[in-house]
């Protein structure tokens, strides 16, 4: 039986990747059968004819894993705009039953599995005939997220929004990671405290600036996974 959780964040940029290479570094240090899963990519660099998945070869760098970061990735468009724009542009509709079945391989492997998300929480994968938003991917895969939030000033109302909305749609927050965190920056400890007072979901872990560690135990890790 395998166990996932999915990794969004506050917004695009804010550390997903690097938070979910730390968080697969450690698992896998523990000799925990860990793997890694994203839905949808846009951005992604061509080399040779073949488009590269930026965030799954990071993360497969960063952790050791050996697979070939084009089987992690459903669906790689090169555009970067958001996954629904690449896909109109690039004709390549994201499709909810091809990404249960690779999700589902990939369980067949690891027993532990980061499925990191796109952009923020809100993030449309398809706008045409049918809708699919990243939270209906979140919903499918039954999976509890991880929020993925800055330190610095304003995460307190972008991470406090995140939070409700996840509560609107019915997916538990298990906790948040707080990246490019200062211990010694009055303002990012007591963002830390404000978080979890205006939210009720603990940060987790708090990652500085070019940490080679997720700064939390192997153990409270793997909790924040569930049965999938
Ligand atoms: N704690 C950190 N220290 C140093 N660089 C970071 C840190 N967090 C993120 N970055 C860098 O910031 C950029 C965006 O982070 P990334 O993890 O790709 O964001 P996301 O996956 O949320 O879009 C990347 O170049 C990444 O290496
Ligand atoms: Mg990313």
């Known amino acids: 039986m395998s166990r996932a959780v999915f990794i969004t964040g506050t917004s695009t940029d804010v550390g997903k990747t690097f938070v979910s290479g ?9 000799k ?3 793997g890694y899963y994203k839905a949808a990519l846009s951005g992604a660099e061509e080399a040779g004819g073949i488009l590269i998945p930026g ?58 599995i980061t499925v990191e998300g796109s952009g923020g ?17 979140i919903k499918r895969l039954n999976l509890d997220i991880v929020i993925v939030a800055s330190s610095l000033l304003g995460t307190i109302n972008s991470t406090v929004l995140t939070v409700e909305y996840a ?29 979890e007072k205006f939210t009720g979901v603990p940060v987790i872990a708090s990652v500085s600036k070019n940490s080679q560690d997720i700064g939390a135990e192997a153990e409270v890790i793997k909790r924040l996974y569930k049965e999938v």
């Open 22 to 30: 730390l968080i697969l570094k450690k698992l896998r240090a523990g």
């Open 32 to 34: 925990i059968s860990a």
């Open 55 to 112: 965030d799954a070869k990071y993360v497969c760098d960063v952790s050791g894993i050996k697979e070939n970061p084009q089987t992690l990735v459903s669906f790689i468009y090169k555009t970067p705009v958001s996954p629904h724009l690449a896909a109109r542009i690039e004709r390549q509709p994201v499709d909810l039953e091809k990404i249960e079945r690779d999700f589902n391989s990939l369980k067949s492997v690891y027993e532990y």
């Open 121 to 137: 929480l809100v993030c449309p994968l398809r706008v045409d005939d049918k809708i699919i938003m990243l939270t209906d991917v």
């Open 167 to 195: 509560k609107k749609l019915n997916i538990a927050v298990k906790g948040v990671i707080m990246n490019y965190f200062d211990e010694n920056d009055f303002m990012h400890m007591d963002n830390k405290k404000q978080i």
